[in-house]
Nanobody, 126 residues
Framework: QVQLVESGGGLVQAGGSLRLSCAASGRTFSDIAMGWFRQAPGKEREFVAT????????SYADSVKGRFTISRDNAKRTVSLQMNSLKPEDTAVYYC???????????????????WGQGTQVTVSS
């Protein structure tokens, strides 16, 4: 099992930045792809970004491409999401997720992720 704990959420004005972090404990972390997802009020949870087990091949939703950057530090067992140029429509609860299979590239499909954090709230004011 992998336990995931997100941090770094908060309230920020439009155009501002936040950095989310996800700390992992439990089983080996460095061999699984990681992802970030978000769920806005009244909407379904959606894909934000993913990164492979080795840190290669980051992938982003079109809505955040060019503004968000996913990264990981396997030695520290963390994955981060740097969010710049935030917009009110980025307001959501952000979830960190660990892929079901080892040595994968990551995926935008939520069903491919087995481990989930409790989420951290990001609110962007206009």
């Amino acid at each position: 099992q992998v336990q995931l704990v997100e941090s770094g959420g908060g309230l920020v004005q439009a155009g501002g930045s936040l950095r989310l972090s996800c700390a992992a404990s439990g089983r080996t972390f460095s061999d699984i792809a990681m992802g970030w997802f978000r769920q806005a009020p009244g909407k379904e949870r959606e894909f934000v970004a993913t990164i492979s087990w080795s840190g290669d091949s980051p992938s982003y939703a079109d809505s955040v491409k060019g503004r968000f950057t996913i990264s990981r530090d396997n030695a520290k067992r963390t994955v981060s999401l740097q969010m710049n140029s935030l917009k009110p429509e980025d307001t959501a609860v952000y979830y960190c997720a660990g892929h079901l299979s080892a040595y994968g590239k990551g995926s935008p499909d939520q069903s491919d992720y087995y481990y989930w954090g409790q989420g951290t709230q990001v609110t962007v004011s206009s």
